[in-house]
């Protein structure tokens, strides 16, 4: 079984509108989160990490939710430049562990 | 910001070459990071060191070797290059500790023919 799972989509969703992605994690002893972005032949960037609380940064919010084992995000009011790929990313031990990622595309 | 700098964007190499991809960070980092990405398998850990002259086999060490000489830099070595290694490579640094994200280079598009 792998570490994280994503569901790879493709989400297509119109501007403006909000979508959420869900990632589960299977080790119950992974530390920290991260969701990054990574665009079409780049790097993947940081977006955000995942508080135990919850965290929002403008747009986005991230949920942890340890009992179930899955971390989620939320993009509101959807713009043409967050077309992406989304990857989940958990650590546990000194080690990164990536979701293969989910693929948005905002469409106008 | 951090800064991660991979050497070159793009290489072409023959098979049974010696490939040398270098990655340099500026910001101290003690971990530091190679990975692959092919379409369909995401990112899969090939070597990462934790401190100088140290190194751990990741996922994928087969054909790879790495060499961490100073801290700010960590080098990925294809031994033979083959036309299975052909893939983006990335490397990446994070600071020691838990909550510590990673930080990328640009990547390097390698294409084995």
């Known amino acids: 079984r792998k570490e994280v799972e994503q569901d790879p989509g493709p989400f297509n969703v119109p501007e403006g509108a909000t979508v959420a992605f869900n990632c589960t994690y299977s080790?119950?002893?992974?530390?920290?989160f991260f969701w990054y972005r990574q665009d079409c032949r780049k790097e993947p960037k940081l977006l955000m990490s995942v508080y135990s609380s919850g965290n929002e940064d403008g747009r986005f919010t991230a949920q942890l939710n340890r009992a179930s084992q899955y971390i989620s995000l939320l993009i509101r009011d959807s713009k043409l430049s967050d077309s992406a790929t989304y990857l989940c990313?958990?650590?546990?031990?000194?080690?990164?562990?990536f979701g293969t990622g989910t693929s948005l595309t905002v469409i106008p | 910001d951090v800064k991660v700098t991979q050497s070159s964007r793009y290489l072409v190499k023959r098979t049974g070459e010696k490939v040398f991809l270098e990655c340099v960070q500026d910001m101290d980092h003690e971990n530091m990071f190679w990975y692959r990405q092919d379409p369909g398998l995401g990112l899969r850990l090939i070597y990462f060191?934790?401190?100088?002259?140290?190194?751990e086999k990741g996922d994928i060490p087969e054909g790879y070797s790495v060499s961490r000489e100073k801290k700010e830099r960590f080098s990925l070595i294809l031994e033979s290059a083959s036309t299975n290694q052909t893939s983006m490579y990335l490397c990446?640094?994070?600071?020691?500790?838990?909550?510590?994200?990673?930080?990328f280079g640009n990547g390097t598009r390698l294409t084995v023919t």
């Open positions: 990446a640094s994070s600071r020691a500790g838990v909550g510590s994200p990673l930080h």
């Open positions: 060191s934790y401190d100088v002259k140290m190194k």
């Open positions: 080790n119950s002893a992974s530390q920290s």
């Open positions: 990313v958990s650590y546990t031990g000194n080690q990164f562990y």
